[in-house]
């Protein structure tokens, strides 16, 4: 009797243990269930086809997640400004959508290595031959989506270009990029600022409409996916840092990235690099 009591003790204790030192991901894998914050309005990334969403990231999510037999994807489909409030009041338990790494992003939340490059540049209407470089947006009106790196990158040039003692930039902000394009194919904005991978796919598929102007306006940022940045959470982010690094060692990354961009880009996925935005 004195022997079965300390075993069941001993028992508890184990399975007390066993269940405090359960993390995000276990909880993931023992519900088969990953909660997904999206914004699916950023083709070729992330779009709505046919009512599904589909491009370069649910690619690579579904790629990663084969190493979690079972776990299904409940996906949230939200504006961009709600991806990180909804990550930190635990909406999602990650985003899959493509953040732009900033040191103050960073400082809040933990990023996987990169899954794309994110430098900023503009895009300009075809027919406009008087924006031949950066600075001639200097007195003109230029578009960006808020709360976007690539809105910030924008303000950073347009405060240099004052600086230097040109006429001001005038910005306007958009719920959305597809918004942006919109506007500026109306003639109703100079340009616009966002990543040079989806410009290059805009431009693509509307070569008739818009040019890319490729000197950047920026420094050097990637795109990642993004956790909570605790304890909890770490593994799981590790889980999909780790997946993307197998994906880019395999050439599966670089099969996406020509599937999705026709172009491959080169991203570090060794380590998360400093953000420099």
Do not use: C
Request: charged share 20%; proline share 5%; no cysteine.
């Amino acid at each position: 009797m004195l022997l079965r009591r300390v075993f069941a003790g001993a028992m508890s204790l184990f399975m007390a243990g066993a269940a405090h030192s359960a993390d995000l991901l276990d909880t993931i894998k023992s519900k088969k269930e990953i909660v997904v914050g999206t914004e699916a309005q950023f083709a070729p990334f992330e779009f709505v086809q046919d009512g599904k969403i589909v491009g370069y990231g649910p690619d690579l999510m579904n790629l990663i997640l084969a190493e979690a037999p079972g776990v299904k994807v409940k996906q949230f489909d939200v504006p961009f400004q709600g991806i990180l409030p909804g990550l930190a009041t635990k909406r999602f338990d990650f985003v899959v959508t493509s953040v732009t790494m900033t040191k103050d992003r960073a400082d809040k939340f933990a990023f996987t290595v990169p899954i794309a490059d994110a430098t900023t540049a503009l895009v300009k209407r075809k027919d406009d031959a008087a924006l031949t470089d950066p600075a001639a947006i200097a007195g003109k009106v230029v578009g960006s989506q808020a709360g976007s790196a690539q809105l910030k990158a924008l303000q950073d040039y347009a405060k240099k270009l004052s600086a230097e003692g040109k006429p001001a930039v005038t910005i306007r902000e958009y719920v959305s990029f597809d918004e942006a394009y919109a506007d500026l194919a109306a003639g109703r904005l100079s340009a616009v600022a966002q990543s040079l991978a989806n410009l290059a796919t805009l431009v693509k598929t509307r070569s008739d409409v818009y040019a890319v102007i490729d000197t950047p306006i920026g420094p050097k940022t990637y795109f990642g996916w993004v956790g909570r940045k605790d304890a909890d959470s770490a593994s799981l982010v590790k889980f999909f840092s780790d997946g993307i690094a197998r994906a880019a060692k395999s050439g599966q990354l670089q099969a996406l990235q020509t599937k999705w961009f026709g172009f491959t880009m080169d991203v570090p996925t060794d380590a998360v690099p400093a953000p420099e935005l």
